[in-house]
Every structure is written in C-alpha cells, then in structure tokens.
C-alpha cells in the first residue's frame, strides 16, 4: 500500500524559511496529484498547496508568493519551501497524495503530519 513519509518541520523564527519533504513509498501504484494541507489549533484543516503529475500548481491565497511548491515524479517526491514565515503559519502539516492502482477507485492517502513552529 501507499505509504507517505515527510520530513523538514521544526521551529522558526518569524521572516525565516522552511524546506518539507514528503516521499510517497510502495509499488504498482500511480499518483495524480500531491501537495500539503495544515491545521492550527482551533480551526479546521485547510489546503495550502496542491501539484499534478503534469506540473499545475494551487495555492492558498495566505501563501502566494512566500511558498513554492514542487515534484520529483520519479521519486514519488513533493516538496514545499516555505519563506517569509509568520506566526500565522504554524500548525501541523499533513502530505496528501491521490492516487491508487489500477482497477481499483483512486483515494486520498496522508501522512503523519509534521510540525511547523513560527516563534520568535
């Protein structure tokens, strides 16, 4: 089965930069689409960034400009660098990826989620 592992949160300052990681790992699947979602204490879990196999992006209005994320299609690999960090940014980051196998309905998969602390 698909399994998602991330990597890269931690604590920050504020104006400072972050680099996450998340590798989809398994075999005989394919993966459409992946990208990053966040929860901060007291509010719903919301998207910050999405990218297809064929490389459109979606962000969230909040982190336009200050977030770029990317993909190694190879490497079942996306990536959200992170920059210009604000308090209003922490929360915990969860890796989504949809994909699945063949002959078989496709789903959304998601990893452990990872913190990220933006703290003077």
């Known amino acids: 089965q698909v399994q998602l592992v991330e990597s890269g949160g931690g604590l920050v300052q504020p104006g400072g930069s972050l680099r996450l990681s998340c590798a989809a790992s398994?075999?005989?699947?394919?993966?459409?689409?992946m990208g990053w979602y966040r929860q901060a204490p007291g509010k719903q879990r919301e998207l910050v960034a999405t990218?297809?196999?064929?490389?459109?992006?979606n962000y969230v209005d909040s982190v336009k400009g200050r977030f770029t994320i990317s993909r190694d299609n190879a490497k079942n690999t996306v990536y959200l660098e992170m920059n210009s960090l604000k308090p209003e940014d922490t929360a915990v980051y969860y890796c989504?990826?949809?994909?699945?196998?063949?002959?078989?309905?496709?789903?959304?998969?998601w990893g452990q989620g990872t913190q990220v602390t933006v703290s003077s």
């Open positions: 990218i297809t196999s064929g490389g459109t992006t």
């Open positions: 398994g075999s005989g699947f394919s993966i459409n689409r």
């Open positions: 989504n990826a949809y994909g699945g196998y063949a002959y078989r309905p496709w789903i959304d998969y």
